[in-house]
């Protein structure tokens, strides 16, 4: 039987977090270990989500001390200044905002009028595929508020390969 892939969604409280966290519920090869929300912080899982029955308790901040897959729901700006103490912890990232959006750093401010929190990580662009779930990079840029970097993000736990990586789709500009 392969491994359970141990996921975290830090922010799973907003649109993003709350379809990614219905998605990842159901997938039979991930294990729910935190949810994240300053504004649910303390409430149970089964308050906020009472058909998953799921069982524990919303964190404030996230904990990525064995998490092998962080998926990162949190307003743009926010997720990319955490990115790098949870990829330092050894968790792999998948970002579900803009952060990592564009490949060249400097567009950054061209597009979203502020500078990049971490200019330095970089992700993978293009859509996944099984050649690019063994690369070595440790975060991963979805394309916002699509459902399909979702669905392609979880689908990829299921593989019986361990998680090196996965790539969800990225705009260039």
Same mark, same amino acid.
């Given at each position: 039987? @392969?491994?359970?892939?141990?996921a975290?969604?830090?922010?799973?409280?907003?649109?993003a977090?709350m379809?990614? +966290?219905?998605?990842?519920?159901r997938?039979?090869?991930?294990?729910?270990?935190?949810?994240?929300s300053?504004s649910?912080?303390g409430?149970?899982?089964?308050?906020? $989500?009472p058909?998953l029955?799921?069982k524990?308790?919303f964190?404030?901040e @996230?904990? @990525?001390?064995?998490?092998d +897959?962080? $998926?990162s729901?949190?307003p743009h700006?926010v997720?990319?200044?955490?990115?790098?103490?949870?990829?330092?912890?050894?968790?792999r990232v998948?970002?579900?905002?803009?952060?990592?959006?564009?490949q060249d750093?400097?567009?950054y401010?061209v597009?979203?009028?502020q500078?990049h929190?971490?200019p330095?990580?970089r992700s993978?662009?293009?859509l996944p595929r099984p050649?690019?779930?063994s690369?070595?990079s440790r975060?991963?840029a979805?394309p916002?508020?699509?459902?399909?970097?979702?669905?392609?993000?979880a689908?990829s736990t299921?593989?019986s390969? @361990?998680?090196r990586? +996965?790539?969800?789709?990225t $705009?260039?500009?």
């Amino acid at each position: 039987m @392969p491994k359970m892939v141990k996921a975290a969604v830090a922010g799973a409280n907003g649109y993003a977090g709350m379809t990614l +966290v219905n998605l990842l519920a159901r997938h039979p090869g991930v294990q729910l270990s935190q949810l994240t929300s300053r504004s649910y912080a303390g409430k149970a899982y089964s308050e906020v $989500f009472p058909l998953l029955g799921l069982k524990g308790e919303f964190r404030a901040e @996230p904990d @990525p001390e064995g998490i092998d +897959v962080m $998926f990162s729901c949190l307003p743009h700006n926010v997720g990319a200044g955490k990115a790098a103490g949870w990829i330092a912890a050894g968790a792999r990232v998948i970002d579900m905002s803009a952060d990592f959006r564009l490949q060249d750093p400097k567009q950054y401010p061209v597009w979203y009028r502020q500078e990049h929190p971490q200019p330095d990580l970089r992700s993978l662009p293009g859509l996944p595929r099984p050649i690019l779930w063994s690369t070595p990079s440790r975060a991963s840029a979805g394309p916002g508020g699509h459902l399909a970097s979702g669905s392609i993000s979880a689908r990829s736990t299921s593989r019986s390969a @361990p998680i090196r990586s +996965v790539a969800t789709a990225t $705009f260039r500009s």
